[in-house]
C-alpha cells in the first residue's frame, strides 16, 4: 500500500458530496441530438496497419503484464472533413502568408493565433452543418465520397475534400487507427473485471499511469466498499428490485489504455490521414466499435468477433460484416463485467456511447466528465463565443517544442498549471507527452508528399500484433508534444457534444459514478457540477476538495482510492439499476 493509514484520514477528509437538489432536473433539451453515422466495415486494404511508435517503458503494474496494439477506429468518420493529410507538424488553421513566423513580434503572434481561433471555430460550425451527406457504396460496402449537399456546388464526394487528402489513392476516404495499451492480469480466473480507460484533451493514455499503479497496489476489491452519495429521484432512479449484495472480493483481470485517435501515438499512427475537424462523437464510435467487437455483450449482433479473454484479432479489420450501434438489452451477461472509466473528454465519450448502446458498457466512472448544459442554438452565428474561444486560444498559444525533455519540464513547472500537478504525473508527462521533433511518422509522411520515396504503412504490426514499447528517451534531441496544439484545439472547438451528453445524462441506464473536483470552474461552476451529478437515474458521486478538474494529473492516490471504492459498491451490488422503460 502506498498510503499510510494517517494519509488515508487525511484524505478521507478531502471527500465530499454535492447536496441533493430539492426537485428532479430539467428534462428539457438544450441541444439539437446529432444522428450518430451507423459504423461499417472498414475499406479492404491488403497493407498492413501502420506501425506502434517507440515509446518508454512505463514501470510495470505488479502482476500485470503489457502488451501494445494497433486497433481500428469507426469508419466512417462522423464529418466529412475528419480524414485529410494532416500530421503532428501541421498547421492548418493559419492563413495563407503566416507559416514562418520564427521571428514574429509579441502583437503579430497575438493577431495570429486570434485568427486560427476564429478558423477552427468556423471549420468545425460548418463540418457540422454539413448534415446532407451523400454515399456512394462500393459492392465491398466502403464508403468512396460524401458531398457537402445541395446548394454547395460540389459534386458527390469530389471536389475539395479529395483537394485535402480526405480519400486514398483510390477515392475511398481514409481508415484512422487507435493506440491502445492492454494490460492483463498474470494470474487470473477468468471472471475478474475489464476495466477501458478513456483520456482528457491534449493528454495521453499512460497519463492514467499513476493512478493505476495506486489501484493495483490497493489489491482485490473489497465488495463491501462504499462510494458516493446516490440519486434520490423517484421518477429517474425507480428500481423493479431490490439491489442484492455480495461479500466476495472481485480482482481486476483486464485494463485497457486508449489513446484518442487526435492524440498520443494516435497521431503517430494516422499521420497523413488527420482532418481538420473531428467530432467528439467519433470518440463514442471508436468505443463502441472496439467494445462490440472485443468484448461483445450476447445482444451484440457482431458475429465475427474475438473472444473477450483474447487479444484483438490480427485478421483484417473488413473481415466483420457489421459493427451495431443500436441493441436491445437482454437479462444475459457477459461473462465478466466490462467498465468504462472517462476523464474529462473520456467521460463526454463513454456518456454518448453508453446512451447508443445501453448493454454496451456494465458500469460507468466519470472523471470530471466534460458535459455543461450549453446551448448550441444561442451560438450557431456566433463562433467568437466566451466558452469555446477561451479554450481553443488556450491550446493554440501553447508552447509545443523545446530543446530537451528536462528543460520542457523546468518550463512548464514554472506555471502553476503544473505546479498543482503529482510528481509522478510530471513524470509521466515527460517521457509520453514529449516526442522527438520532428516527428519520424511525419518525415516520412513529407518525403512520401515530395516523391523521396515510396508510401508505405509499415511493416512491423497487424491489428492487435503484440508490440513491446522498448524506446529509449533522447534527452539531447529536440522535443514536441506528442498531442499538437492543433489536435487539441480542433477538439474543443467541437460544437454540439457538450449540450448533446448534458440531455442524455438523464437516460443513461447504466449504472453511473462520477468522481468530480472541489474546483467547479471548467464544469460550468457549482450550479452545473451539482445538477449534472445527479441527473443520471441512481448514479453516486464525490468529490475530491482540493482538487482542480485534472484530477489524474493533480490527485492519483485519492482518485485510486475513490476508484477501488465504487469498483467495490458496484460489484457488492450498492447500485439500483435504473428503470429500462424507455428501452
Same mark, same amino acid.
Request: aromatic share 6%.
Given at each position: ?27 428539457? $433539451? ?24 517507440? $515509446? ?5 503494474? =505488479? ?16 464529418? !466529412? ?10 498547421? #492548418? ?17 497575438? $493577431? !495570429? ?66 493506440? /491502445?495499451? !492492454? ?77 484518442? /485517435?487526435?492524440?498520443? /501515438? ?42 473477450? &479473454? ?17 441493441? &436491445?438489452?437482454?437479462?444475459? +451477461? ?29 458500469? @460507468? ?10 446551448? *448550441? ?8 463565443? #466566451? ?25 512548464? @513547472? ?32 513529407? +518525403?512520401?508528399?515530395?516523391? *523521396? ?72 461552476? *457549482? ?12 448514479? $453516486?458521486?464525490? !468529490? ?32 439500483? +439499476?435504473?428503470? =429500462?422503460?424507455?428501452?
Amino acid at each position: 500500500m502506498r498510503m499510510t493509514r494517517v494519509s488515508q484520514r487525511t484524505m478521507n477528509k478531502s471527500i465530499s458530496t454535492y447536496p441533493r437538489p430539492t426537485h428532479p432536473p430539467s428534462m428539457k $433539451r438544450i441541444s439539437p441530438q446529432t444522428q450518430i453515422y451507423p459504423l461499417e466495415p472498414p475499406p479492404p486494404n491488403p497493407s498492413p496497419p501502420p506501425s506502434l511508435p517507440s $515509446r518508454p517503458s512505463l514501470p510495470p503494474l =505488479k502482476g500485470y503484464t503489457s502488451t501494445h496494439h494497433v486497433i481500428p477506429g469507426s469508419y466512417p468518420r462522423q464529418f !466529412r472533413d475528419c480524414t485529410g493529410d494532416l500530421t503532428r507538424e501541421s498547421h #492548418p488553421f493559419r492563413t495563407i502568408g503566416s507559416s514562418g513566423v520564427t521571428e514574429e513580434s509579441r502583437e503579430d503572434r497575438t $493577431r !495570429r493565433i486570434v485568427q486560427e481561433t476564429r478558423n477552427v471555430l468556423r471549420m468545425a460550425l460548418e463540418a457540422r452543418n454539413e448534415t446532407q451527406w451523400q454515399f456512394q457504396v462500393h459492392d465491398q460496402g466502403s464508403v468512396q465520397g460524401r458531398g457537402r449537399g445541395k446548394g454547395e456546388g460540389e459534386g458527390e464526394g469530389e471536389g475539395e475534400g479529395e483537394r485535402r487528402g480526405r480519400t486514398n489513392e483510390k477515392g475511398i476516404e481514409k481508415q484512422l487507427w487507435i493506440a /491502445a495499451e !492492454r494490460i492483463v492480469r498474470d494470474n487470473q480466473q477468468g471472471n475478474g473485471l475489464i476495466l477501458i480507460f478513456c483520456h482528457a484533451n491534449g493528454f495521453t493514455k499512460e497519463s492514467w499511469y499513476p493512478t493505476l499503479s495506486r489501484l493495483i497496489d490497493k489489491g482485490s476489491i473489497d465488495t463491501r466498499s462504499t462510494f458516493g452519495q446516490p440519486s434520490s429521484y423517484p421518477s429517474l432512479a425507480s428500481s423493479s428490485s431490490s439491489p442484492t449484495f455480495s461479500e466476495q472480493n472481485e480482482m481486476i483481470d483486464e485494463i485497457w489504455l486508449l489513446d484518442d /485517435a487526435y492524440h498520443g /501515438a494516435s497521431v503517430d499512427l494516422n499521420a497523413g490521414s488527420l482532418g481538420p475537424v473531428r467530432s467528439w462523437i467519433d470518440a463514442s464510435r471508436d468505443l463502441i466499435q472496439f467494445i462490440t467487437t472485443q468484448f461483445p455483450s450476447p445482444s451484440s449482433s457482431s458475429s465475427s468477433s474475438s473472444s473477450p &479473454s483474447s487479444a484483438p484479432s490480427s485478421s483484417s479489420p473488413s473481415s466483420s460484416s457489421s459493427y451495431p450501434l443500436s441493441s &436491445s438489452l437482454t437479462t444475459s +451477461k457477459r461473462q465478466r463485467k466490462v467498465i468504462g472509466i472517462g476523464h474529462s473528454l473520456g467521460g463526454n465519450a463513454l456518456i454518448q456511447a453508453s446512451h447508443a448502446r445501453p448493454d454496451l458498457l456494465d458500469a @460507468l466512472l466519470l472523471v470530471e466528465p466534460i458535459c455543461p448544459p450549453v446551448c *448550441e442554438l444561442e451560438r450557431e452565428n456566433n463562433v467568437n463565443t #466566451p466558452e469555446e474561444r477561451t479554450l481553443v486560444l488556450g491550446a493554440l498559444k501553447r508552447r509545443d517544442i523545446w530543446p530537451s525533455r528536462d528543460q520542457a519540464v523546468e518550463s512548464v @513547472l514554472k506555471s502553476p498549471f503544473f505546479q498543482a500537478w503529482h510528481p509522478d504525473s510530471i513524470q509521466v508527462w515527460k517521457s509520453h507527452a514529449l516526442v522527438p521533433f520532428p516527428s519520424p511518422s511525419s518525415s516520412s509522411i513529407s +518525403k512520401e508528399k515530395s516523391g *523521396e520515396n515510396e508510401v508505405t504503412n509499415g511493416n512491423k504490426a497487424g491489428v492487435g500484433d503484440e508490440i513491446r514499447e522498448t524506446g529509449v528517451i533522447n534527452v539531447e534531441g529536440k522535443v514536441q508534444l506528442a498531442t499538437p496544439p492543433w489536435c487539441e484545439a480542433t477538439t474543443f472547438a467541437e460544437p454540439s457534444a457538450l449540450g448533446e451528453a448534458w440531455d442524455k445524462l438523464p437516460e443513461i441506464v447504466t449504472p453511473t459514478g462520477f468522481i468530480m473536483a472541489g474546483d467547479a470552474r471548467m464544469i460550468g461552476g *457549482e450550479r452545473i457540477a451539482a445538477e449534472m451529478v445527479y441527473r443520471v437515474p441512481g448514479a $453516486r458521486h464525490e !468529490r475530491i476538495m482540493d482538487a482542480g478538474h485534472l484530477i489524474v494529473q493533480e490527485k492519483p492516490d485519492e482518485l485510486a482510492d475513490a476508484i477501488w471504492r465504487f469498483l467495490g459498491s458496484f460489484t457488492g451490488g450498492h447500485f439500483n +439499476k435504473p428503470d =429500462k422503460a424507455r428501452l
